[in-house]
């Protein structure tokens, strides 16, 4: 096997662990616990940090990829075409926690504003006011929601 063959070997090792360690947030994010991902995060920084060494190595002389024996680059398009398709799961799956965190945050809001409602007083008219969107209100939410 060619050095460069060696390197493209060395990179799809690194996009096999990659792929699954972003499938396992993937899998954290749809049971809505992002919190649980930090414990994933050396390891993806350290094998994202290897594929762009890998990556930039492999660039320095693109001629060098045609010398690789045709079945290992198309491992290596396979490897690489899973890791845009997973980075795409990724992408969404972290939309989608954020629109349900903006939701019950939104819903939060609300909740509270309907509730403080009651002691804002009386105006002159005898009407209690309802507060406006933009009324500061002060609130203690437990992190553990």
Request: no cysteine; hydrophobic share 45%; charged share 25%.
């Given at each position: 096997?060619?050095?460069?063959?060696?390197?493209?070997?060395?990179?799809?090792?690194?996009?096999?662990?990659?792929v699954d360690i972003?499938?396992?947030?993937?899998?954290?994010?749809?049971?809505?616990?992002?919190?649980?991902i930090g414990a994933?995060?050396?390891?993806?920084?350290?094998?994202?940090?290897?594929?762009?060494?890998?990556?930039?190595?492999?660039?320095?002389?693109?001629?060098?990829?045609?010398?690789?024996?045709?079945?290992?680059?198309?491992?290596?398009?396979?490897?690489?075409?899973?890791?845009?398709?997973?980075?795409?799961?990724?992408?969404?799956?972290?939309?989608?926690?954020?629109?349900?965190?903006?939701?019950?945050?939104?819903?939060?809001?609300?909740?509270?504003?309907?509730?403080?409602?009651?002691?804002?007083?009386?105006?002159?008219?005898?009407?209690?006011?309802?507060?406006?969107?933009?009324?500061?209100?002060?609130?203690?939410?437990?992190?553990?929601?």
């Amino acid at each position: 096997m060619t050095d460069t063959g060696a390197q493209v070997n060395q990179l799809i090792g690194t996009v096999g662990p990659l792929v699954d360690i972003i499938n396992r947030e993937i899998d954290l994010l749809r049971s809505m616990r992002p919190s649980d991902i930090g414990a994933l995060q050396p390891r993806k920084t350290a094998l994202i940090d290897g594929y762009e060494r890998q990556i930039a190595d492999l660039g320095a002389d693109p001629a060098l990829l045609q010398t690789v024996d045709p079945i290992l680059r198309d491992e290596l398009r396979t490897a690489v075409a899973e890791l845009k398709a997973v980075g795409a799961k990724n992408e969404a799956a972290l939309k989608a926690v954020t629109t349900a965190n903006e939701r019950l945050m939104k819903a939060i809001v609300e909740a509270v504003r309907d509730r403080t409602a009651d002691v804002q007083g009386y105006t002159d008219a005898g009407v209690a006011p309802r507060p406006t969107a933009d009324s500061a209100i002060s609130v203690r939410l437990d992190q553990r929601l």
